[in-house]
């Protein structure tokens, strides 16, 4: 399989830079979903039980919140899945 970049990036990235906030992306045990952003500490979690793919749908996910914390669920997830298929396909 080859080697994606972007994702191999997305994978190290501890800290990402959202509208001029840097988030903390951090790895943990989570309860009730696969990743979750508590905005006032600018910090994103993911669950690190997931497949790795699955995280990286997640933290892209979350990303989209950051981005604009207004969409549904739904929509932020349909947005993710083509997100994610785009940069596989692609090899980005
Ligand atoms: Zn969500």
């Known amino acids: 399989m080859k080697t994606n970049n972007l994702l191999n990036k997305l994978n190290k990235l501890r800290k990402i830079k959202i509208g001029g906030l840097v988030y903390n992306i951090e790895y943990t ?5 696969l990743g979750r ?6 910090l994103i979690q993911i669950d690190n039980r ?3 793919e699955q995280q990286e749908v997640t933290l892209i996910h979350e990303i989209i919140h950051c981005l604009n914390n207004q ?4 929509e932020t997830e349909a947005l993710a899945q ?5 940069i596989k396909d692609n090899n980005f």
């Open 29 to 33: 045990e989570l309860e009730e979903s």
């Open 37 to 42: 952003t508590e905005y006032p500490k600018q």
């Open 50 to 52: 997931q497949t790795k």
């Open 71 to 74: 969409r549904s669920e739904l």
């Open 82 to 86: 083509s997100l994610y298929q785009i």
